[in-house]
Structure formats: C-alpha cells, structure tokens
C-alpha cells in the first residue's frame, strides 16, 4: 500500500500533505510493517488440465519424465488436490474421483 500511495504523490494524484497524513494512518493500523488482509493464491486450471490430460494419455511416471521431473514432483506443481497427486502417485493410470 506504502507503494501505491508513494507512486499517487509521484504521479500528482495526492498532495505531499496527503502522502504523509496517509503515511501517519498506515503506520498507526500497522500497515508499514504488514500488509492488510491475506492475498489468495491463484491456481493455474490450464496447466492442471493439461497435466491430468497428459496422465491419463501416458500415465504419471511418463508424463513426469517428459517434463523433466520425479512423479512425486510433477504431482505437487501440477495436481492441486492432494488426492488426486495421491491417486496418481499410487497407480500409472489416472482416474479423477467422482463427485460425492
């Protein structure tokens, strides 16, 4: 946030009154030493379609050789769902679980 408000007073947008009231307000909620509220992760569903795609075309330990990785490692950068890097891991074929 310190970034966005510096670049405002960079940019004309605020005054450099405003910067440092805004500064003052930051630091006296924390703001300085820590971001406000958690940023969630983003989940690539292209490349995990791709990789289930490539499993159940050659099967796990093929699949993770062509990219160059250990099964276990291709499971855990491209199968998200624990259960289903576990499912892989477990069997050269790849099934994805029905819904319950």
């Not at 005054?15 to 940023?39: H, K």
């Not at 690539?44 to 490539?54: G, L």
């Amino acid at each position: 946030m310190a970034a966005l408000a510096r670049r405002a007073v960079t940019l004309a947008a605020i005054s450099e009154w405003q910067y440092r009231n805004l500064m003052v307000e930051m630091s006296t909620l924390g703001y300085r030493t820590r971001e406000p509220g958690a940023v969630a992760s983003e989940s690539p569903h292209k490349v995990t379609r791709i990789a289930e795609q490539r499993i159940r075309l050659y099967g796990l330990d093929r699949a993770a050789s062509l990219t160059g990785l250990l099964p276990d490692e291709f499971s855990a950068l491209y199968l998200p769902d624990p259960y289903l890097a576990r499912e892989s891991a477990e069997s050269d074929t790849y099934a994805r679980p029905a819904d319950e």
